[in-house]
C-alpha cells in the first residue's frame, strides 16, 4: 500500500472493464496490518466504493522472508501524510484467506487475481484451497526482475544483484506459486525500468485531477515530492500493471519459464514455470493512459485542496516569495513550495512565520547573530514552515509541501553547508487564519 499501489488500486477501480471484487493487503509488505486496513478503507470510501471487503494477511513470512526496511514501513503505516480521519469500526477485522476465496467463489466467472506486492496471501489461499489454481483466470503481478538490475539494496545486496523486493520479501510465496499450474504475467522491472515516475507528473495532474484517482495521486504526489525526483529511482511499479491489465499491449511481451532461487531471485530455466513476462514498456503511451484512468469517473469524496502554492528564487543575492491562494486571501493551511535556486552552489528556503508581537525586522536580527554551532533551536515566536533545498546546486526547481501559519511568513534563502550557513531573509506577506 505504498504511492504506486495507491495509485493503481484507484485506476482499477474506475477500469469499466474490471469489477473489483475484493483487496487483501500483505502483511509482508510495507505496510503493517492495521496501517494498512486504515489506508484501504480511506481509500475505497474516497473513491465511492466503501462496501468492496478488505483484510489483511499474516505479517511474518516464510523462512526466507525478508522485511520492509523499518522507516519504509513507518511512512507506509502513515499513508505518507493522508489526512485520515478516524474510522470508527466493530468486530474483527477480516482474514485475508477467506476474503479472497469467497471471491474467487462468488465471482459470476473466473476471476484474474492482481498482485501487486508480496505473495504471502496467496500461498495461504492456495495452501487452504487447492482448487483455487483450476479456478481463476491467472495471476497478473508486478514482482521480480528477469534480464534487469534489482532495486534491493540492503545487507550488502546491490543493484548488481537481480532482485525485487516483492519477491525478496517472501521469497518461499513465489516459489509456492510458481509449483502450481497458474497461468502468470509478470510485470517485473525489466517492464517497469522503462516508465520512471516523470518529474512533472504533480504538475500534469495539477491541470485535471476532478476525478477522485488523479486527486489522491495529485495529493500524494504534493505530499512526497520525492517521488518525482530523478535520483530518487522511483518508477510507475504498480501503475503500470494496473494499466496493463485491459490494455496489454502497452508493453512487449515474451514466454519466459522461470525458476525462483534465493532472495526470489527469478532464473530461466526449462524446468521452471511457464510465464509472460513484460520486457519493455512505451512510457508515452503508459503515462497517457495512466493519467486517463485516474481522471475517469466522479470526483473524490472528500477533495484534496491546496490553500495555496509558493514559488521562491534565490539568484545567491535575493531571496524572493510569490503566494497565490485558493481564495483571494492568503490563509494558513497547507502549501505547495517550489523553489529554483542559483547554479553551482548548494542552496536552499525555508518558508518562516513570526508570531506576534515579535516582527520580521526582529527575525532578520536574530539570523545575523545566530550561531548554529552553539543554537540550533530558534525562539519560540519563530515558526518554521515548509523546507526544500537544491544539494547539489543544479538551478532546477524543486518543492515541498508543508503547513504555512497565520503570521507574518516570509522566505529565508540559505547557502553553503551546515554549521556554516548564510541566511538571505526576503520580504514577508501577511497569512491569515481561515474564516
Not at 544483484?161 to 525478496?168: G, I, V
Not at 521452471?272 to 493512459?289: F, L, M, N, S, W
Amino acid at each position: 500500500m505504498d504511492h504506486s499501489d495507491l495509485a493503481a488500486i484507484a485506476a482499477l477501480l474506475r477500469d469499466p472493464a474490471v469489477d473489483v471484487r475484493s483487496i487483501t493487503i500483505s502483511g509482508t509488505g510495507l505496510v503493517h496490518c492495521s496501517g494498512g486496513r486504515r489506508v484501504t478503507r480511506y481509500l475505497l470510501e474516497q473513491m465511492g466504493v466503501p462496501d468492496i471487503p478488505f483484510a489483511c494477511g499474516r505479517e511474518d513470512g516464510g523462512p526466507d522472508a525478508r522485511p520492509f526496511p523499518d522507516d519504509w514501513r513507518a511512512v507506509a503505516d502513515d499513508a505518507y501524510g493522508l489526512d485520515i480521519p478516524p474510522q470508527p469500526q466493530s468486530g474483527l477485522p477480516q482474514d485475508a484467506t477467506s476474503v479472497l476465496l469467497e471471491a474467487v467463489a462468488m465471482s459470476p466467472s473466473a476471476p484474474t487475481i492482481v498482485a501487486l506486492g508480496p505473495w504471502t496471501n496467496l500461498e495461504d489461499a492456495f495452501a487452504a484451497d487447492p482448487t483455487v489454481a483450476d479456478r481463476i483466470a491467472g495471476l497478473h503481478a508486478m514482482l521480480g526482475v528477469v534480464d534487469a538490475p534489482g532495486n534491493v539494496m540492503v545487507d550488502g545486496w546491490t543493484a548488481d544483484d537481480p532482485l525485487e523486493w516483492n519477491a525478496f520479501a517472501d521469497p518461499s510465496s513465489v516459489t509456492a506459486i510458481f509449483a502450481t499450474d497458474v497461468p502468470i504475467d509478470l510485470v517485473p522491472l525489466d517492464a517497469t525500468g522503462d516508465v520512471p515516475v516523470p518529474p512533472d507528473l504533480a504538475d500534469r495532474l495539477a491541470q485535471d485531477h476532478a476525478g477522485a484517482g488523479a486527486d489522491l495521486m495529485y495529493e500524494l504526489l504534493v505530499r512526497n515530492p520525492s517521488r518525482l525526483r530523478v535520483d530518487e529511482g522511483q518508477q510507475l511499479w504498480d501503475e503500470l500493471a494496473a494499466v496493463t491489465l485491459t490494455t496489454p499491449d502497452l508493453v512487449t511481451w515474451q514466454p519466459a519459464t522461470l525458476t525462483v532461487g534465493r532472495g526470489g531471485r527469478l532464473t530461466r530455466d526449462d524446468a521452471g514455470h511457464a510465464t509472460r513476462v513484460a520486457v519493455a514498456a512505451d512510457a508515452p503511451a503508459v503515462e497517457q493512459a495512466l493519467l486517463a484512468a485516474l481522471r475517469r469517473g466522479t470526483a473524490r469524496v472528500t477533495p484534496f485542496q491546496l490553500a495555496g502554492e509558493i514559488d521562491a528564487t534565490f539568484d545567491g543575492t535575493t531571496c524572493r516569495a510569490r503566494a497565490s491562494g485558493a481564495t483571494t486571501e492568503r490563509v494558513a493551511g497547507l502549501y505547495r513550495l517550489r523553489y529554483t535556486g542559483p547554479a553551482g552552489a548548494p542552496s536552499g528556503v525555508t518558508m518562516v512565520g513570526v508570531a506576534a508581537p515579535q516582527t520580521w525586522a526582529e527575525l532578520v536580527d536574530w539570523l545575523a547573530d545566530v550561531d548554529l554551532a552553539k543554537q540550533q533551536e530558534p525562539p519560540a515566536w519563530v515558526l518554521l514552515g515548509p523546507s526544500v533545498g537544491d544539494e547539489t546546486g543544479s538551478a532546477t526547481t524543486v518543492s515541498v509541501a508543508g503547513a504555512i501559519p497565520a503570521a507574518s511568513v516570509g522566505p529565508v534563502c540559505l547557502s553553503g553547508t551546515w554549521p556554516d550557513l548564510t541566511f538571505v531573509p526576503g520580504t514577508p506577506f501577511e497569512v491569515a487564519n481561515r474564516p
